[in-house]
């Protein structure tokens, strides 16, 4: 039978001043999407009682101009936001066979803070469209707004400068909240926090970067005593091969550079001695740590901080009062 073999590998760092350059069409789930300013698109509920499928429409026009703009479309609900609301300028109906809808819509753009309510920037587009109903008029006249339209890139540099302006005159106090989520043991969310500060955050990213990396090992750490705990009690309570593979996932998830990671390794070798023991063969499952190569601990922060915001409300009442007067 063919040996297979769950390997973990592990980088060293060996600074933080070094930063990937990032394509825009990242991933909003990735690693590499936290690290880079995000926005969510939202529509909310009271747009101008547009059709669901016009406001599905919409919502993806958003996630484009987003995308084609450089940004991260977060794949969590960010505090900052991409909004759109539609007035209908002029709707016409053709004497056609069969009839048509013809409408021309004056779509506003906003981008702004969700959380604090804060407008940072507004565009009005005005487009045309025409459809066998009003549906697919609204359809067709979203359909022809550019993600990459010049006025497009101004509203959203604009934008992305008081985002920035947020970070760098915050980072202070962004830094103590994720302190104090250390401080009870919310290790997850602090990294969250951090990990959203964006790179073009220069001084601030380099702050954030320097403060993730006690609380990652106490994350790592206690993620270690609690694996470690269960792998044992699986293995005390039966000895046999399914439970061996059942233990070796669990010890296989188990970051080497956690302080326990000496009675990791015991349990594996003493698991590997029981299963060579029953089966007369090496036991599939084995630990791997290669110390000589450096380890991505950025990717790793990212992935605590994904991981995190994923698991997040899919649902959020953002605060967009006055936006679109």
């Not at 995308?67 to 991260?72: P, V």
């Not at 302006?165 to 926090?193: M, V």
């Not at 964006?198 to 954030?208: A, G, H, L, V």
Request: with cysteine; net charge positive; glycine share 6%.
């Amino acid at each position: 039978m063919k040996k297979i073999i769950n390997t973990i590998r592990f980088f060293f760092l060996i600074g933080f001043g070094f930063v990937t350059t990032l394509s825009a069409q990242e991933s909003s789930t990735s690693a590499a999407a936290l690290g880079r300013i995000a926005l969510t698109p939202y529509i909310p509920a009271q747009v101008e009682n547009m059709p669901e499928a016009a406001v599905n429409s919409l919502t993806n026009k958003l996630d484009q101009i987003i995308i084609a703009n450089g940004i991260s479309s977060a794949g969590f609900n960010s505090r900052f936001i991409i909004t759109a609301n539609i007035n209908i300028a002029t709707k016409d109906l053709l004497a056609t066979a069969p009839p048509m809808t013809a409408l021309t819509l004056d779509v506003n753009l906003y981008i702004g803070d969700g959380f604090d309510g804060k407008k940072y920037a507004s565009q009005t587009i005005t487009v045309k469209g025409v459809g066998t109903n009003e549906t697919k008029a609204y359809m067709e006249a979203i359909k022809t707004i550019r993600a990459n339209d010049a006025s497009i890139q101004s509203f959203v540099s604009n934008a992305k400068v008081k985002i920035i302006d947020y970070y760098n005159s915050r980072c202070a106090q962004i830094i103590k909240e994720a302190q104090g989520l250390d401080s009870q043991f919310k290790y997850d969310e602090a990294i969250f926090k951090l990990t959203s500060i964006p790179e073009e955050c220069i001084e601030c990213y380099n702050k954030s970067m320097v403060a993730i990396g006690p609380i990652f090992k106490k994350k790592i750490d206690r993620d270690c005593k609690l694996r470690l705990t269960e792998a044992n009690n699986l293995w005390n309570a039966n000895q046999d091969l399914a439970t061996a593979n059942a233990v070796g996932e669990i010890l296989s998830s188990i970051d080497p550079q956690s302080s326990c990671f000496g009675e990791v390794k015991a349990l594996s070798n003493k698991v590997g001695k029981r299963v060579l023991d029953l089966d007369k063969r090496e036991w599939n499952y084995k630990l791997e740590t290669e110390v000589n190569l450096k380890r991505d601990l950025i990717k790793a922060y990212r992935d605590v901080g994904v991981a995190y915001g994923k698991g997040q409300p899919k649902s959020v009442a953002y605060n967009i009062v006055g936006w679109y007067r």
